[in-house]
């Protein structure tokens, strides 16, 4: 019983560890006072203003896009390139794996310090283009990671089965293979999707003046203070996803889901 | 069986493109002076007072978050698994979801809590207790690394722990191994690939920043990882910057190095 307890406490409390700033955020959010340190009562002022701010809808508009376009990319090269890379002899693959996961192992500011110097001797300008080539870049490692295992699991003699009885190799793809896969494009997807969403490092290098995403938006508040709306707009992103997953997650049983879905196929 | 290897292609060439060009560049710039020729002064710039107090100072900071995040993610991530949650994606998800608030904003919201009149503060006077005054000290770095990178502790060794064979601990119990013997000779041994991943994916981060030190730290505290950035953004020498970031590479060569020997098969990835 203590030691069930014990376990419990645990949990709580490193959960609130992880969770306080995103509740002290919120939080914020509804301060009427302009500044962090005092607290100015109840207001959603934040929120109606946040609509008028052009700068922070402009940075949220780059973010979303930049996300999206890269972490769409990321799964359609990275997808494609597992097909291949299952192929591979044995050591051509490990080092093709190898080189994969240097962006995932090395070290953000490294990344993105590389590229920008790239950009620069390319003759680029840097700006959105830049800053899509990066993301890119470090989002196709997450896709191919969780495609990965998904091949690997698959039994080639669907698809040999399927070829013989007169389906395309695209054909074939698209409905032996890529229903077993789809559950690891899609968490490779959002896997893709959330770092593109969350990375400063990178985007910090490889951006250039006049473009900003929230992340670098922040990052040149933060000595003058950061503006109130910004919570407002956090919160609600956060609450958005918030729901969205647990709408997706809604069943408890995961296991009866994957079931029907695969008796549907 | 060439058609397949074909639809690589496109895949090749972007990574030898934006992974192994750009790394290419840094090591040029980095053994470069300004005129072209070349040079092991940008790299022995390392050992000057300034830089080499930055890089012991990052060393020392990045190894205690470690530690303490190792510690700290180890039993959370057994208590996990023995909940039987058939949900792993669940488990995930509760770590991923933070990291939809922005990074920049959740560090912050530290010192909020964390400043001398804070909301920490304000809750240990209440209850009698010394306040705790680390804001602006290497203390709040350590404290911000272990918040921002302990869910890539967690997730590898709880990935991990959930693939042991349960009949092998039964069969060590069977055969009379005690608690602290089953955890020694068999769970400790089998999530050592993710322990090892989990090393990796905290220490370099930790290593390399710039950004938690610049908002928790004050501007006074400089790691490696702000020397290097202030280079680039304010000083303009991409050479000495590229020469310290080959010195910090060293370092996550040798992490790379060691990850690989250990976690063969990649059981100790984070997804």
Known sequence: MIKNAAKKIYIILIFIFLYAPIFTLIVLSFNASRTRAKWGGFTVKWYVELFKNDAIM????????????????????????????????????????????????????????????????????????TILLSHITFCIPYVILSVMPRMKQLNPHTYEAALDLGAGPVYGFFKVVFPDILPGVLSGFLMAFTMSLDDFIITHFTKGAGVDTLSTKIYTEVKKGIKPEMYALSTLIFITVLILLLLVNKNPDEKTTKQLKSEKH | MNKKKMLGTPYFIWSVMFILVPLGMVFYYGLTDKSGAFTFENISAITSPEHSKALFLALLLSLIATVICLLLAYPLAMILCSMNINQHS?????????????????????????????????????????????????????????????????????????????????????????GLQVFTKITLPLTVPGIISGITMVFIPALTTFVISKLLGGSKI????????????????????SGLSIVLMIFIIINMVISTIFDKDGEGSVL
């Open chain 1, 58 to 129: 402009q940075a949220l508009f780059n973010t979303l896009l930049i996300a999206f376009i890269a972490s769409v990319t990321a799964t359609i090269i990275g997808t494609i390139a597992c097909i291949s890379i299952m192929n591979l002899k044995k050591r051509t693959r490990a080092l093709v794996i190898g080189i994969t996961n240097i962006p995932m192992l090395n070290a953000d500011i490294v990344t993105g310090i590389s590229l920008m110097l790239l950009f620069i001797s390319m003759g680029l300008r840097f700006g959105m283009g």
């Open chain 2, 90 to 178: 669940f488990i995930v998800l509760i770590f991923i979801l933070p990291m939809w608030m922005n990074f920049l904003l959740r560090t912050l919201a530290w010192q909020t809590l964390l400043e001398k009149t804070g909301v920490i503060n304000n809750i240990l006077t209440f209850l009698h207790l010394p306040t705790l005054n680390i804001i602006n000290t290497p203390y709040a770095i350590i404290f911000g690394m272990v918040y921002n990178f302990l869910p890539f502790m967690v997730l590898p060794i709880y990935n991990s722990l959930t693939k042991i064979d349960g009949n092998v601990i039964n069969a060590a119990q069977d055969l009379g191994a005690n």
């Open chain 2, 222 to 241: 400089l790691l490696i990882g702000n020397v290097v950035e202030e280079e680039f953004t304010q000083a303009s020498n991409w050479h000495l910057g």
